[in-house]
């Protein structure tokens, strides 16, 4: 069953800001250019490579990703951007596409340096989701790739939609130089379910012993049994 999120923005900004992207249009060129296979000098073989593991693919292609407003350039240590957006009207919007956070708030946490910021993303799109779902907000799945990792949480989008939601930032990357260009995704969300779960421990049973090893010997001997059988 098919479900909606809805993206708001102040109308002054539609059309302004980069639009958030369902992720599986949102794939980096380095996903999209490697190969699905390569040789293995450990096994002297051509093995598959991530390419072809549907699970770390459906991360990264599930969900939504919220973009940078606008371009960041970072040049020894140093942030600075040109963002001309229009005025505000009824409703007033950060106009940067950082801010920061003192490292006391990470005080305790491997985080926490103190001669170092925690950057925030400024998203300018408010986010409502269906009754009964929160959002799961969280660095761009398998993106090793950009020089920060943004935080994950939790908010009740259902009911708490009608605000921004921010993005707190680590920005690891200490030597990075360059241009981190407009559009480039700053946080992923999922949608989820919330539900109440307990956890229940368990033995095998003969029969569930029996599946296990037909099907971890089903694998053994092809590929694309998960793809194939149980990919949903």
Same mark, same amino acid.
């Given at each position: 069953?098919?479900?909606?999120?809805?993206?708001?923005?102040? =109308?002054?900004?539609?059309?302004?800001?980069?639009? +958030?992207?369902?992720?599986?249009?949102?794939?980096?060129?380095?996903?999209?250019?490697?190969?699905?296979?390569?040789?293995?000098?450990?096994?002297?073989?051509?093995?598959?490579?991530?390419?072809? *593991? %549907? +699970?770390?693919?459906?991360?990264?292609?599930?969900?939504?990703?919220?973009?940078?407003? *606008?371009?960041?350039?970072?040049?020894?240590? =140093?942030?600075?951007?040109?963002?001309?957006?229009?005025?505000?009207?009824?409703?007033?919007? /950060?106009?940067?596409?950082?801010?920061?956070?003192?490292?006391?708030? !990470?005080?305790?946490? +491997?985080?926490?340096?103190?001669? @170092?910021? #925690?950057?925030?993303?400024?998203?300018?799109?408010?986010?409502?989701?269906?009754?009964?779902?929160?959002?799961?907000?969280?660095? +761009?799945?398998?993106?090793?790739?950009?020089?920060?990792?943004?935080?994950?949480?939790?908010?009740?989008?259902?009911?708490?939609?009608?605000?921004?939601?921010?993005?707190?930032?680590?920005?690891?990357?200490?030597?990075?130089?360059?241009?981190? %260009?407009?559009?480039?995704?700053?946080?992923? *969300?999922?949608? !989820?379910?919330?539900?109440?779960?307990?956890?229940?421990?368990?033995?095998?049973?003969?029969?569930?012993?029996? @599946? /296990?090893?037909? #099907?971890?010997?089903?694998?053994?001997?092809?590929?694309?049994?998960?793809?194939?059988?149980?990919?949903?």
């Amino acid at each position: 069953m098919s479900q909606t999120l809805t993206f708001r923005c102040p =109308e002054e900004l539609l059309g302004v800001l980069p639009p +958030p992207v369902p992720a599986a249009t949102g794939l980096p060129d380095w996903v999209k250019s490697m190969p699905p296979q390569a040789y293995s000098s450990v096994n002297a073989r051509m093995d598959d490579t991530v390419k072809r *593991c %549907p +699970p770390f693919i459906d991360a990264m292609t599930s969900g939504f990703l919220l973009p940078l407003i *606008c371009d960041l350039k970072v040049e020894n240590g =140093e942030f600075s951007w040109d963002n001309d957006l229009p005025p505000g009207g009824s409703v007033a919007f /950060a106009r940067s596409p950082i801010g920061f956070h003192d490292a006391s708030q !990470v005080t305790g946490t +491997p985080l926490f340096e103190p001669d @170092r910021l #925690l950057i925030k993303f400024h998203n300018l799109w408010t986010i409502e989701a269906p009754d009964g779902y929160s959002l799961l907000f969280t660095h +761009p799945a398998n993106r090793f790739d950009l020089p920060f990792t943004t935080l994950t949480g939790i908010v009740d989008s259902d009911s708490y939609h009608d605000n921004w939601v921010h993005f707190r930032a680590h920005w690891h990357d200490v030597n990075f130089t360059g241009v981190l %260009p407009k559009g480039t995704p700053v946080a992923q *969300c999922y949608a !989820v379910k919330r539900d109440s779960w307990e956890l229940r421990t368990a033995a095998f049973t003969p029969e569930e012993a029996q @599946r /296990a090893h037909d #099907l971890s010997n089903a694998i053994y001997r092809e590929t694309g049994v998960y793809r194939k059988q149980f990919r949903a």
